[in-house]
């Protein structure tokens, strides 16, 4: 079974700092998504890395897909309390329909 | 329609009762999901529905949970004599093929008391 491990589980950070959120496997993914998920609403996707290697920048977010396409990581840069969400990542294993979801990061940036 | 609609967006029902969670996926997407998400944690798969195909139905908890999918279009998910358990928020998400990004419903919120 395909794991997706993301890391911290929950963050709070004061407005203005940066911070990483991470998502590691064992497996291989085709392809890697993050969603933002806010207060009684779906998850919204923010980006989607499909490429080893690849950066992709979303304003003040960073997405990066490791080489071997294990792992990714987010990066928010001067956090601003809009950020504040519950973030989640969703690896695309090949030849396979579903997702594999992380148990998601609870960021909270305080003003 | 522009998004995913889900009805009704909050249910409050007894203990023992059958409750049914409609979603209206976006038009033309082929594919269908039911997640479970329990206190804003991550998302439990229950159902996958893709065009005329047998959906997957691996990810539902127990017999009490059935789905079905009219016309390739409107899912409604039934939870038969409702647990304390099956509170969660339940989120239908769509795709056009089966790949790619989702796009969700903003959820119905079952409590049962």
């Known amino acids: 079974t395909q794991l997706l491990e993301q890391s911290p589980q929950f963050l709070s950070i004061q407005e203005g700092e940066n911070l990483t959120v991470y998502c590691n496997s064992s497996s291989v993914f085709s392809s890697l998504q993050w969603y933002r998920q806010e207060p009684g609403e779906g998850p919204v996707l923010l980006v989607t890395v499909v490429t080893g290697g690849e950066v992709k920048k979303l304003k003040r977010l960073t997405f990066q897909f490791g080489d071997a396409r294990k792992d990714s990581s987010l990066h928010i840069t001067a956090a601003q309390p809009g950020d504040t969400g519950l973030y989640l990542c969703a690896g695309a294993p090949p030849s396979n329909y579903q997702l594999i979801w992380g148990a998601g990061t609870k960021l909270i940036i305080k003003p | 329609g522009a998004g995913v609609s889900q009805s009704p967006s909050n249910k409050v029902t007894e203990k023992g009762k059958d409750v049914e969670l409609r979603c209206d996926p976006i038009s033309g997407h082929t594919a269908l999901y039911w997640y479970r998400q329990s206190l804003g944690q991550g998302l439990e798969f229950l159902i996958y529905f893709q065009g005329n195909s047998a959906p997957d139905k691996s990810g539902l908890p127990s017999d009490r949970f059935s789905a079905e999918r009219t016309g390739g279009s409107v899912s409604t998910l039934t939870i038969q004599r409702t647990q304390q358990e099956d509170s969660a928020v339940y989120l239908c998400?769509?795709?056009?093929?089966?790949?790619?990004?989702?796009?969700f419903g903003s959820g119905t919120r079952l409590t049962v008391v």
């Open positions: 998400a769509s795709t056009l093929t089966g790949i790619g990004g989702y796009t």
